[in-house]
């Protein structure tokens, strides 16, 4: 009897059973089959996903030699060449293989040490762009998030009219990202919406201002910051873009960050004496000898910070007067390692360390370590 048999028989054997008992052994050959072909299933999947890999893990560093090569080597390639060079490679261009090239050009990008202009050129052959729109479009939040931040890493500045309307979207998250992608991308005044950044700024916020801030400055693009340091009510923003002010050297901005020495909040009046500092704003140095002894403890290190980088050796007698009334341990090392490397007719250090005592003067000899001096 063959197995064809044997199941007809059990299939009329399980006819002769109570309806209730048919039905639980049809559940359970639906469930047996179900699982096995989920099973199947899996398996298959696993081992198309290894082969994947594998193949993945085989043409990497070929594709790597190849866009090295059309990045920093002397011959220009045309965009037929490039294109024709990756399928050599890769196959038949599908989406997962242009993710693929995306990926490695990132990785040339930003682990070589080697500048280049062409990665227009590889974006151009494989159709990139196309690519990132059709992501940017039709795909859920956190995949346009990811998308609107390969944009800014391949500086495609040609989408930054795909970037506009999700620079008003509704998911809070998606906004900030396209508003940064817009400061990144856009030449038409990328900086329009600083004045609608609301609620505190997050560290990952500043992080990405300051980069893209960085690249505008880099290309002598970076506009005056001044304006929105005056007429911003946002704290928040305000004190980022003072601390912007002082890094990027924007000495058209001074007499705004005077201003805000005399701010109600703390914050801002630390962030501007410690930006003045920055631009060597010497002609300020007695407005803020003046203000030191009437302020909080944050802006008072603020001040000293900032007359050590003046150094102008005018504020020696402010020195010994400002540490002779410090009250905090932090202060007093502050002034202390000012005072060591000070401009001025005698050593200042010396005559304060001379002065000193028990625990203070512990904090001179740490400052006069090597470990300490550098910090």
């Keep these: 009897m063959n ?32 699982i096995i072909t ?4 899996l398996f298959i999947m696993r081992i198309s996903h290894q082969k994947e890999v ?32 990756y399928i050599a490679i890769v196959g038949k261009l ?17 682990n070589s040490s080697k500048k280049s202009d062409r990665y227009i050129n590889i974006v151009n052959a494989l159709d990139i762009e196309n690519y990132l729109e059709k992501k940017l479009n039709f795909s859920r939040g956190a995949t346009k998030m990811k998308t609107l931040q390969m944009l800014q890493q391949l500086d495609l500045r040609s989408l930054d009219t795909k970037v506009l309307p999700y620079t008003y979207s509704k ?9 940064f992608s817009h400061l990144h991308l856009s030449d038409n005044d990328p900086y329009r919406f600083l004045d609608e950044i609301s609620g505190d700024l997050t560290y990952w916020d500043e992080i990405n201002l300051l980069k893209f801030l960085k690249i505008h400055n880099e290309k002598n693009q970076l506009s005056n910051l001044g304006k929105w340091i005056n007429y911003s009510e946002n704290t928040s923003l305000t004190i980022f873009l003072i601390k912007a002010a002082g890094l990027f050297e924007q000495q058209d901005t001074k007499e705004v960050l005077f201003t805000k020495i005399n701010s109600i909040n ?26 030191f002894f009437t302020e909080r403890e944050e802006c008072q290190l603020a001040i000293i910070k900032s ?17 002779e009334s410090a009250k905090s341990v932090t202060l007093k090392k ?4 000012v005072s060591y490397t000070y401009k001025s007719n005698y050593n200042l250090f010396e005559e304060l360390k001379s002065a000193q005592n028990g625990f203070d003067k512990t904090i001179f000899q740490h400052i006069e370590t090597q470990l300490i001096k550098f910090k």
């Design 307 to 323: 007359i050590g980088i003046l150094n102008t050796g005018n504020a020696t007698n402010f020195l010994k007067k400002a540490y």
């Design 3 to 34: 197995i064809l048999d044997q199941l007809i028989e059990l299939y009329y054997e399980i006819k002769t059973f109570a309806p209730i008992i048919q039905a639980v052994i049809a559940c359970i050959i639906f469930s047996v089959s179900l």
């Design 54 to 85: 594998k193949q993945k893990k085989q043409i990497r560093p070929k594709i790597t030699r190849l866009f090295e090569e059309i990045l920093f080597q002397n011959k220009i390639y045309e965009t037929d060449e490039i294109y024709e060079k």
């Design 94 to 110: 599908n989406p997962k293989k242009i993710k693929l090239a995306i990926d490695i050009l990132l990785q040339v990008k930003f």
């Design 171 to 179: 998911n809070e998250e998606l906004k900030r990202e396209a508003r």
């Design 38 to 41: 989920m099973f199947t299933y």
């Design 334 to 337: 502050e002034i202390a390692l």
């Design 266 to 291: 703390h914050k801002v009046r630390t962030q501007a004496y410690d930006s003045l500092g920055k631009l060597k704003a010497s002609e300020y140095e007695s407005t803020f000898i003046e203000k």
